[in-house]
DNA sequence: GTCTATAACGAGATAGAC
DNA sequence: GTCTATCTCGTTATAGAC
């Protein structure tokens, strides 16, 4: 019934929970064993080592997420829209748990160049889906000339990761909600300015 | 010679040092005792345990630092120089490492909601340091009234934070100094947009 | 306050039967 | 591929001499 690849799945299902409810001081392989429900030894024999399979996983699901949420952000093409979805991804993200898992192999990767590298491998597309959003709305008008949209796609991500990291941190969540309101308003001023902008050049 | 006082204030400090160079997983209390030269044992004598040591010397690191750096911020009331000395604050700090102690120490009180309060308490200040350097600035635009500096200051911080926890792990650092240069121009643009309404009321 | 010694435990990892 | 059993090491923490 159990082939080789349900135990892998399951591994890597189960060390991603373990580290999400129980953080990366709390993940040992007995720990995520225990989550589900197989032998410990299993993972030494399948990835090498309980870091090897964190890793795995983690940048596996970083890519699965970041490609099934590119549906959401294609034909969005003004920033009061843009602002929304985005609230709605860290909404998601935050009950499900992607950042902070992402959070916790930051801090296990340390010192650890190789590691890191591969963790970075599997983030980099939430930067390329960044910058492919954004070009949209900027197109012709100007700003795309003046403004490198390369940082600003790595700003916005950078922005996300952090408001994500403080908004488990604080103790009454009071400034998030009231934050993507604040966004979209900052959209639509700003839409209003570009948008007449971009129908000289159409 | 060496008093109870200067053996807190060596493995406060070394626990630190610890924390940035190995990471949440190698900061253990051997690790720490060798940094500081001093007997492992007397980090449970003087703190009572590692986290305890850890967030102690973690919460009054940061809130020396943001009181360090209110003076670089007081007087400044230009977008671009704002920029420019929010650049000097992370190079600063990048080679400090201070943000990279938090985020380690984010992930090690992962589930215990104690040890994240009060590394919330020493993290607050920031916000609040970043909020009176944006009221300057925005005072009299009538942006101040429109977009809730609250948000803003929160916003800048989490940026912060995720630039920095992003330049750590991208192995070809290249995008942060083109950032800031690019914070600045844009810094020049809000500038020339808003100085006019400042004139109206002044 | 500081030291040595050690208890008590859990970690990663492996050998070898099945 | 999976299991049991175990080795070895490092961990927190404490007891007790100084």
Redesign the pocket.
């Known amino acids: 019934m159990?082939?080789?690849s349900?135990?892998?799945r399951n591994l890597m299902d189960a060390a991603l929970e373990t580290l999400k409810s129980e953080g990366i001081k709390?993940?040992?392989?007995?720990?995520i064993a225990a989550t589900g429900d197989?032998?410990?030894?299993?993972?030494?024999?399948?990835f090498?080592?309980?870091?090897d399979l964190l890793i795995t996983a983690a940048v596996e699901d970083s890519r699965l997420r970041a490609e099934r949420f590119r549906a959401h952000l294609e034909g969005v093409s003004e920033l009061p829209e843009l602002a929304e979805v985005a609230r709605q991804l860290h909404e998601h993200d935050l009950e499900e748990g992607g950042v902070s898992a992402f959070t916790q192999l930051l801090a296990g990767t340390a010192g650890d160049p190789e590691m890191a590298k591969r963790l970075w491998d599997g983030f980099e597309p939430w930067i390329e889906l960044v910058r492919s959003s954004l070009a949209g709305p900027l197109a012709n008008t100007g700003f795309d000339k003046l403004l490198p949209v390369d940082d600003l796609a790595y700003s916005v991500v950078a922005l996300f990761m952090g408001i994500e990291l403080l908004d488990r941190l604080d103790p009454d969540r009071s400034p998030t909600e009231a934050l993507f309101t604040t966004f979209t308003q900052l959209g639509g001023l700003l839409e209003g300015f570009l948008s007449p902008l971009r129908q000289q050049d159409a």
Chains 1, 2 share one sequence.
């Open positions: 159990t082939n080789r349900d135990t892998r709390g993940t040992t392989a007995r720990a197989v032998n410990q030894a299993l993972i030494f024999y399948h090498g080592g309980v870091m």
